[in-house]
């Protein structure tokens, strides 16, 4: 056996599962090559990589999160979720949003078409302006301006 | 929480033979349930692993693997072992996840190049600590994995459940549905690529 025969076995040779007589040829030529017995360790480690990842057993709580998991499914009591509660709710409240803000929008433009003169016209309107807002005195050209409106 | 008394429940269970297991799962018996898992979990969560390159991913995905053998056994046809019938529907869902990581990967890609063209900051990678000790042991663990990953489909299923599942070649036939010379055959041309493609990698590196 030459290098590049043992370049194409070299995997099978580390894994053991070449014929015996190709084995045996292998075997020979890499004790006698260092190029080749370089390679020949690589593999080994993959080798023992490998058979390490066969080992590695899974997380002792993965089997209690899978049954918890079938739990759920098919003997919790399947109401309405959290989130399938959003679905419906979400776009309820929007709607009622703005049928309150158009209620709301209406009503003021109802209000503004009120006539100005009739809003300004005396000065009862002055007074109650004085009142509610708390001014206590207002000056007179305010008061003029109001009252010529 | 009903699973707490797992460990007695599974050696009640020990003694269910495989009609009396479907027929449990069928009537959705806990007993069923629990025996099924105790028994097939170390199977599914593996071969998921070797496929979706990580244990974190591969427990959840089995979460959705065993609610599809809960769902689906009524259409186990019994001609062939439960266990095979189990690894297929493990390793379907596997290559699905995979092909759905890989999607994944490829938007994040054009994503982070997306980045660097508009010249935002694309953010340190997050990088386990690895001991210098371990560093060549885990840098030929990636590069096994991104051989493996690299296989054309077929052969990586074969491959996977040969070397890391130590599955009879009858047995792999089973799973893919396919003839033995189709899986000798796959094995073989999966061994050969992964030698061409790790002893190139072996080669590059002496250079260096
Ligand atoms: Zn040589």
Redesign the pocket.
């Given at each position: 056996?030459?290098?590049n025969q043992?370049?194409s076995n070299v995997f099978a040779f580390s894994e053991k599962t070449l014929e015996k007589d190709t084995y045996q040829a292998a075997e020979h030529?890499?004790s006698?090559?260092?190029?080749?017995?370089r390679?020949l360790s690589e593999y080994k480690v993959l080798a023992d990589i490998m058979e390490q990842e066969k080992n590695a057993g899974p997380n002792p709580f993965a089997a209690t999160r899978i049954l918890q998991r079938i739990e759920n499914e098919f003997y919790k009591p399947k109401g309405l979720t959290s989130k399938a509660w959003m679905r419906v709710l979400q776009p309820v409240a929007i709607t009622f949003a703005l049928m309150t803000g158009i209620l709301i929008g209406s009503y003021t433009a109802r209000q503004d078409q009120t006539p100005v003169n009739k809003m300004a016209s005396t000065s009862e309107n002055i007074e109650f302006l004085r009142s509610n807002l708390f001014i206590s005195d207002f000056a007179d050209e305010d008061k003029l301006l109001v009252l010529n409106k | 929480m009903r699973w707490k008394h797992l460990p007695a429940l599974i050696a009640l269970s020990n003694s269910m033979t495989e009609p009396e297991l479907i027929e449990g799962i069928l009537r959705r018996d806990r007993h069923a349930f629990q025996y099924l898992v105790t028994r097939y979990q170390k199977q599914v969560i593996k071969t998921a692993c070797y496929f979706v390159g990580n244990m974190e991913d591969a427990e959840d995905l089995s979460q959705e693997i065993f609610l599809d053998i809960i769902h689906s056994l009524h259409t186990f046809k019994k001609s062939s072992s439960l266990s095979t019938w189990i690894y297929r529907i493990t390793v379907n869902k596997s290559i699905n996840m995979v092909k759905k990581q890989q999607r994944r990967g490829i938007m994040m890609r054009l994503e982070s190049l997306f980045r660097l063209t508009t010249g935002q900051e694309t953010g340190k990678e997050m990088e386990p600590s690895v001991s210098s000790d371990d560093f060549e042991q885990q840098e030929k663990r990636e590069l096994l994995h991104a051989a493996i990953s690299r296989l054309p489909e077929n052969q990586r299923i074969a491959f996977i459940l040969c070397k890391y599942e130590d599955q009879t070649y009858k047995q792999i036939a089973e799973i893919m549905k396919i003839g033995l010379p189709a899986v000798e055959s796959l094995i073989h041309r999966a061994r050969l690529n992964l030698q061409k493609h790790l002893t190139y990698h072996f080669s590059e590196y002496k250079k260096n």
């Open positions: 056996m030459d290098c043992f370049k030529h890499v006698t090559c260092i190029s080749c017995s390679l | -």
